[in-house]
């Protein structure tokens, strides 16, 4: 496998309880590395941008008010075959159905709180990635 880099975010709900620091060291713990972070508070047009795909769904606004919130972390990670295994240690996306030990599972509120956020493929990391940061950001 090679190293290839993925996207996440720590959703508002992770860092109103300030539990960044243990989601980030659950994804350091399973071999993933943070090549670039930084908090923001995303506006409403960066969500509506970033969540685009989704315009569509009924749950849309309701993930944009979620995700403007508050402040989230957006970070770049890499490892062996990363967007796959940040996928499995982030867990299902309703925390009910995640893996025990996995970030959903231990941490998050609920399917909508559900702490992180993940890419679901290379292309779209590549995409995510660029969205938030500048190439200059990404070291390591």
């Known amino acids: 496998m090679a190293v290839t880099r993925t996207?996440?975010?720590i959703k508002p709900d992770a860092?109103?309880?300030n539990i960044t620091g243990?989601?980030?060291a659950m994804l350091e713990a399973a071999g993933l590395r943070v090549v670039a972070s930084k908090r923001i508070h995303m506006t409403k047009e960066q969500a509506e941008g970033f969540y685009g795909v989704h315009r569509e769904r009924p749950f849309f606004n309701d993930l944009?008010?979620?995700m403007t919130s508050g402040p989230v972390?957006?970070?770049v990670l890499d490892g062996e075959d990363a967007v796959a295994l940040n996928r499995r240690v982030m867990g299902a996306t309703?925390?009910?159905n995640a893996d025990a030990g996995t970030i959903r599972k231990e941490l998050a509120e609920s399917i909508e709180a559900n702490t992180v956020h993940g890419s679901d493929s290379e292309e779209n990391a590549a995409i995510e990635?660029?969205?938030f940061f500048k190439d200059s950001e990404i070291v390591g």
């Open 7 to 9: 996207f996440s975010i």
């Open 15 to 17: 860092t109103r309880r």
């Open 22 to 24: 243990k989601v980030t």
């Open 64 to 66: 944009v008010a979620f």
């Open 73 to 75: 972390v957006v970070q």
């Open 94 to 96: 309703n925390p009910a």
């Open 129 to 131: 990635i660029a969205f």
